[in-house]
Each structure stands twice: as C-alpha cells, then as structure tokens.
C-alpha cells in the first residue's frame, strides 16, 4: 500500500489525550519527557490531568497537539519499522508535526516554535476577540458570500459539505446564523480560543516571522503538502514562507487530500488524538482508506491489521 501520514490540529485536544500511550510505550514517553524539559513545564500532565480551559488554550493546546502527534509517530515506527510514507501533510498547527515527520524541523525547535506561535496568536486574540465556527451543508458559494456581508473569513475548507470560518466574534455569531437562514444544516462552534486562520492574525504573522527566520530549518526528505497552496514545499524558503502566510490564508484540506489521491495514495493515517481528519478524509475521497493511531487501542488494531511487506 502506498501511505500518507497526516496531523491533526487544534480542537482535537482533550483532557487524558496520549496517557495510555505513554504508559505502554517507552518512546511516547521519551517524546513527552522532551517536551517537558524543552519547554520548562509539565506539559504532559496537562494533556493527562488539564484542567481542560487550560488544555484548550492556544498556547497550551499547540505544543500539546505536536507533542502527541510524534509521540504516536515513534511508536508507529517502532511497531512497524518498514511503513515509509509517500506524503505527509498537517492541517493547520499539524503541519507542525508533518514538518518533523518530514525531518525538516527537529522536534525540540519545533515544540518551541509552536509555543512561540501559540503566545503570538493569544496576543492578538486578546487585542481582538475572535472565535471560529464549523458550518455543515451549506454551498461554498452562499457561504462565501455570508462571509463578504459579516467580515469574516472562510478558515478551513475541510471537505464537501464542512467549511470553517473564523473572525471577530460578534461578526462570527452574525456569520452563523445568516449562514443558517441560507440552508446550512448545522453551526458548531469549535473548541479553539482565537481566530486563526483569518486577518485578526495579521499582527501575529508579522511578530512570528522573526521566530520562523532563526528556527533551524531543512529542506524535508518527505514530501510535505502546503495548507496554503496543496502543493509540495521543496525549500526552506518555502516552509517559512508558508508557516508565516498561514495564519492568515485558508487551509485548503480538501484540495491538500486529492493532490495526495491523485499521486496514488490509497491510505492516510492520522497521527494524534480522536481521528476527526480520517473523517473528513473519508468525505474527501470514498475510494482511500483513513485511520487514526493515538492511542493503545488503536496502535494495536492497527498492528494487527496491517502487514507491511518489504
């Protein structure tokens, strides 16, 4: 089978995320007891123990969601040695963890970028209040022209039928319900603390590209799928360009996943808590298998399932 790794992002985070997997596998550990000494707290007894309003936090959440996302990495590639993906992508922050995945960022600058991307997010989400908003059912067209009339912006293009906006929070709570009157079937506020991928980010694109300028970077031996672009990112000038434009340009999942399909991809496998991208992978493209691996149970039906051959 010819496999794509790929990462979830932010609202995928819950109390107790990664405990189990730590507690059976001696490389989830390792990975965890690196990201505590890398960033001067305990972020592993957050993701096991919260409380949850500080897990969810943006600067909490990010490094929370990379953090278990490698550490289910590892112990993929300990269990199966052999299983080399084609591509790898990340939606949003997990563009983070493909990046690593991708030996283009060494998982320690990576952890500190993201902290440094979550507290830069924070900021401005403090200067101006934004929120963002999962819309079901609706045509992209209609919606699109809900966001022209409220001020806010499409964020995710997640798969048919689910688009995510983003935007000040008083003009999302109008998006919302104009975006109902005009046939969506369903509005589900996400469980995120600011407004990425939206114009509120401006001001923390601009202070995060110095962070982005003088992280370490290589160019990736995998090839890693742009959120801005669902293209490949071949240099180093391209990944930071994208890592800075990303925070305020759409994530094109739904392009990113058939750009994949189309190189011969036949199954995806998420990395990190819940499985919300094999979801909407399965949404994207019925004729590719999706399957999430994040915790022991599934690592072991995933080994139980899939035989590598060499």
Not at 132 to 150: N, Q, W
């Amino acid at each position: 089978m010819t496999i794509a790794f790929v990462f979830p992002s932010q609202g995928s985070q819950y109390v107790g995320m990664a405990q189990d997997l730590v507690a059976a596998y001696p490389d989830a550990r390792a990975i965890f007891d690196q990201a505590d000494a890398t960033l001067g707290f305990a972020i592993s007894s957050l993701c096991f123990n919260g409380p949850n309003d500080v897990l969810t936090d943006t600067i909490n959440a990010q490094p929370a969601l990379l953090t278990h996302g490698i550490a289910a990495l590892h112990v993929l590639q300990t269990i199966k040695p052999d299983l080399a993906p084609a591509f790898v992508a990340g939606h949003s922050l997990g563009e983070y963890s493909a990046l690593v995945a991708a030996d283009a960022l060494d998982f320690a600058d990576a952890l500190k970028l993201v902290r440094e991307r979550g507290r830069v997010m924070k900021a401005a989400d403090q200067k101006t209040p934004g929120a963002m908003a999962a819309l079901l059912g609706i045509d992209t067209a209609a919606l699109e022209g809900v966001c022209a009339e409220t001020g806010v912006q499409i964020a995710n293009y997640n798969a048919p039928g689910q688009i995510v906006i983003s935007g000040e929070k008083g003009a999302l709570n109008r998006a919302v319900e104009l975006a109902k009157a005009r046939g969506a079937k369903r509005a589900i506020v996400l469980a995120v603390s600011i407004a990425s991928h939206s114009r509120l980010m401006e001001n923390a694109a601009r202070e995060f590209a110095n962070a982005v300028a003088n992280t370490p970077m290589r160019a990736p031996k995998i090839p890693v799928i742009s959120n801005v672009t669902a293209q490949p990112l071949n240099t180093v000038e391209e990944i930071r360009h994208e890592l800075v434009a990303q925070l305020t340009s759409a994530v094109q999942w739904t392009k990113t996943i058939e750009y994949i399909a189309a190189q011969g991809v036949t199954t995806f496998i998420e990395l990190g808590p819940k499985d919300v991208l094999a979801g909407l992978i399965r949404r994207i493209n019925k004729d590719v298998h999706a399957v999430s691996v994040g915790d022991v149970a599934s690592v072991k039906g995933f080994g139980e399932q899939y035989k590598v051959k060499k």
